[in-house]
């Protein structure tokens, strides 16, 4: 069994900053690429930033300049800096993981978001 459990969100002034964690446990074998998405209220869920293996990056335009997404291989943790925070960025973030079990199967894991918002 593979687990993404993310921390971090809360209620933040435009302009204030967070930091949000994703920790994964389990059978991993490997953590091919990680992810961060988020879901606005009566929105669908849209990719925020990703990093790879290797810690390439790539973000939302969105978002770019403001959030920072990295990695702990050490700690199997995601994370993701958030800051300069607008009101628009209000919503549920959700981790993602692209990985291989201990057993050699390729599967994508997510967690169970954590709330993030924004007041004016």
């Known amino acids: 069994q593979v687990q993404l459990v993310e921390s971090g969100g809360g209620l933040v002034q435009a302009g204030g900053s967070l930091r949000l964690s994703c920790a994964a446990s389990g059978s991993i074998g490997s953590i091919n690429a990680m992810s961060w998405h988020r879901q606005p209220p009566g929105k669908q869920r849209e990719l925020v930033a990703i990093?790879?293996?290797?810690?390439?990056?790539n973000y939302a335009g969105s978002v770019k300049d403001r959030f920072t997404i990295s990695r702990d291989n050490t700690k199997n943790t995601l994370y993701l800096q958030m800051n300069s925070l607008k009101p628009e960025d209000t919503a549920v973030y959700y981790c993602?993981?692209?990985?291989?079990?201990?057993?050699?199967?390729?599967?994508?894991?997510w967690g169970q978001g954590t709330q993030v918002t924004v007041s004016s």
């Open positions: 993602f993981g692209a990985l291989a079990t201990m057993g050699g199967s390729l599967r994508g894991a």
């Open positions: 990093i790879t293996s290797d810690n390439n990056t």
